[in-house]
């Protein structure tokens, strides 16, 4: 008998609502450990800081921030932070929850964590960028560390970003402590291969989904949803193994081009301007167009809650890769079950991102930097391991793959959970 959790109120579609009737479809396959499945709906820990900065022109605004730490059961809490206007206190859960079963679901030492400040980072100069990202870091120190918390780059934060956590983190504790972040720039601890790592995991993922349903990627139609560092990179690695990027999204609008956009053209315009920008190579059409066009791999690497009921049905696509985190709402992924289209989940799908800086992390401890080809194949083998896992699990239960990676990643976080048993 446990108590409703009274600070959200999760809809059927919501973030929070998602995961959890993600977790409700993984019960029937965890035995004896279901004992221990309410410790999955709910994060171990919340916390919200108030971050007051002075702007440029003399005021003061304050913003929010979170930090929720999901599970610690199999090691230190792992995930990013965002900056974005929309963000919520019920949105980071989500995103903590789903970094839980993403660091179970390829086996890293860690349990699951996220960040974030409602914020528009793109109203912000440098400097005022630079004092919110060290008062929200000074204000959730107390609850961060390289044992205990490790944030991480995720939507509109970069290296410069973590750059600036390591350093107050840092400054307050008297030290130089490289491991409290990953995805730093390399002079500062970062790794070879951390910018590309959860785009080339998409890519990685995807093509092994593709081998496996005979779907040849020579000539492939690709519609990429979000150009950020997961969507592009994992379109160029498509191209590069023959595929043509038919459309692409991103916050700017939508570009169309079925003859396969440039995209060594494309990626310098829409990294300053938008992929609008880009007219000369493509057509521009409203953004609910982009779920209409005709493609054979669907690549949603943006936001949460972007493949409805209504788009899942319209969709032509035969693979979804969701590069972005719960990109897919429960009754659209019941939609693209029934209709016979393969999703390579999120907390699969884009895990090499975190399997890079969980490399990283371990390099800043022994102080010995691998080269880039080591990192490379390192995380093409923990990714296909940890898929050919999961699609044997999907295989024995006859269940959709979201929901098998599901169960082996809850099986090792409650087994751990059991293992440790509660304190005290
Ligand atoms: N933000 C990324 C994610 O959603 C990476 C997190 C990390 O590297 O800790 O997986």
Redesign the pocket.
């Known amino acids: 008998m446990s108590e409703k959790l009274s600070f959200v109120s999760p809809t059927a579609n919501s973030p929070w609502g998602t995961y959890l009737s993600q977790v409700d479809r993984v019960v029937p396959y965890l035995g004896p450990l279901a004992r221990w499945v309410e410790t999955l709906k709910r994060p171990k820990r919340a916390l919200i800081v108030d971050v007051p900065i002075e702007m440029d022109d003399g005021t003061i605004a304050h913003f929010e921030g979170y930090r929720v730490q999901h599970n610690m059961s199999r090691g230190p809490g ?3 932070v965002r900056f974005h206007p929309d963000v919520t206190l019920e949105e980071v859960m989500a ?1 903590s929850a ?2 839980t079963i ?1 660091t179970a679901a390829v086996n890293l030492p860690y349990g699951g964590a996220k960040g974030g400040i409602r914020v528009d980072p793109k109203k912000l100069s440098l400097q005022e960028l630079e004092k919110i990202t060290r008062r929200y870091t000074s204000e959730i120190g107390i609850i961060i560390g390289p044992h205990t918390d ?5 939507v509109n934060t970069n290296g410069q970003i973590m750059a600036w956590m390591m350093d107050t983190y840092s400054m307050n504790v008297g030290g130089t402590a490289t491991g409290v972040v ?2 730093k720039p390399l002079h500062l601890g970062g790794s070879l291969g951390r910018v590309k790592a ?1 785009g080339r995991g998409v890519f990685v993922t995807g093509r092994e989904a593709a081998r496996r349903l005979g779907m040849d990627l020579r000539g492939a139609r690709i519609a990429v949803q979000g150009f950020g560092n997961v969507g592009s990179v994992a379109a160029e690695l498509f191209a590069e193994a023959g595929a043509k990027i038919v459309a692409v999204q991103d916050h700017t609008g939508t570009i169309v081009n079925t003859n396969g956009l440039d995209l060594a053209k494309l990626i310098p315009v829409a990294n300053k301007e938008g992929v609008v920008a880009f007219k000369s190579g493509g057509d521009i059409v409203p953004n609910e167009d982009f779920w209409n066009v005709a493609c054979d791999i669907l690549i949603p690497a943006a936001l949460e809650g972007q493949i409805t009921a209504e788009r899942a049905q319209k969709t032509t696509a035969k693979l979804v890769l969701e590069g972005a ?1 719960g990109p897919t709402v429960p009754q659209a992924d019941d939609i693209l079950a029934e209709r016979g289209v393969l999703v390579v989940p999120d907390v699969i799908c ?2 090499g ?2 399997t890079v ?1 969980y490399f990283e992390w371990v390099q800043d401890f022994s102080s010995f930097f691998w080269d880039e080809d080591e990192i490379n194949v390192r995380l093409d083998r923990i990714m296909m391991n940890a898929l050919n896992q999961i699609w044997d699990t999907a295989d024995k239960h006859k269940i959709t793959l979201r929901t098998a990676t599901y169960a082996v990643a809850c099986e090792r976080i409650l087994m751990a959970r059991q293992e440790r048993g509660l304190y005290p």
């Open positions: 792992k995930g990013g995103l789903w970094m993403k490790i944030p991480a780059p995720d990953t995805g959860t985190n884009n895990a991102g975190v800086s």
